[in-house]
């Protein structure tokens, strides 16, 4: 009986091995965009939401752009009453690593850094640190519009020139 458990472990490890062995070092470069928004369940407002999915996909037309929403609420409220399912930024950072994506841009539509961004870059730290084989090649998180002085000011700038009047 002894020999024949050690046989079994000496199996299990040469089975084992093999299949690290097996499994692809380097997978070719697979790059998305995950555009981050809380949601909006308002015709109008997703409209402001689709046209910034629709530039990125157009600034980046070799990448592929998804959307996700924060807010459950609001992708409950989709889902019910459209019948569309849209991720959470979890689910879909997972779905994209299913997929083989190698590079993945995470671009929050937030305006200042608050809850919701630092949950959003707890989420992107978390997956960043898995290391092996379902490791991002790169994971990075954009930032908010408006997460520094200089920001502000660009944007006041911006805001005086174009209500100038």
Same mark, same amino acid.
């Given at each position: *009986?002894?020999?024949?458990?050690?046989?079994?472990? *000496?199996?299990?490890?040469?089975? $084992?091995?093999?299949?690290?062995?097996?499994?692809?070092?380097?997978?070719? &470069?697979?790059?998305?965009?995950?555009?981050?928004?809380?949601?909006? $369940? +308002?015709? &109008? %407002?997703?409209? %402001?939401?689709?046209?910034?999915?629709? $530039?990125?996909?157009? %600034?980046?037309?070799?990448?592929?752009?998804?959307?996700?929403?924060?807010?459950?609420?609001? /992708?409950?409220?989709?889902?019910?009453?459209?019948?569309?399912?849209?991720?959470?930024?979890? $689910?879909?950072?997972?779905? *994209?690593?299913?997929?083989?994506?190698?590079?993945?841009?995470? *671009?929050?539509?937030?305006?200042?850094?608050?809850?919701?961004?630092? &949950?959003?870059?707890?989420?992107?730290?978390?997956?960043?640190?898995?290391?092996?084989?379902?490791?991002?090649?790169?994971?990075?998180?954009? /930032?908010?519009?408006?997460?520094?002085?200089?920001?502000?000011?660009? +944007?006041?700038?911006?805001?005086?020139?174009?209500?100038?009047?």
């Amino acid at each position: *009986m002894k020999s024949f458990v050690i046989a079994l472990v *000496m199996l299990t490890l040469v089975m $084992s091995g093999t299949a690290f062995a097996a499994a692809p070092k380097d997978k070719p &470069d697979k790059k998305g965009i995950l555009v981050v928004a809380f949601g909006t $369940s +308002m015709p &109008d %407002a997703k409209k %402001a939401i689709d046209n910034l999915v629709d $530039s990125t996909k157009k %600034a980046f037309p070799d990448t592929e752009v998804r959307l996700a929403y924060t807010s459950n609420i609001i /992708r409950r409220k989709i889902a019910k009453e459209q019948n569309v399912n849209i991720p959470t930024p979890t $689910s879909a950072l997972a779905q *994209m690593n299913d997929e083989g994506f190698t590079h993945v841009y995470v *671009m929050p539509m937030h305006i200042i850094p608050g809850e919701e961004y630092d &949950d959003i870059a707890g989420l992107v730290n978390g997956f960043a640190a898995v290391k092996g084989k379902y490791e991002f090649k790169e994971l990075k998180l954009g /930032r908010p519009y408006l997460s520094s002085a200089a920001d502000c000011d660009l +944007m006041a700038d911006i805001l005086m020139k174009r209500f100038a009047k």
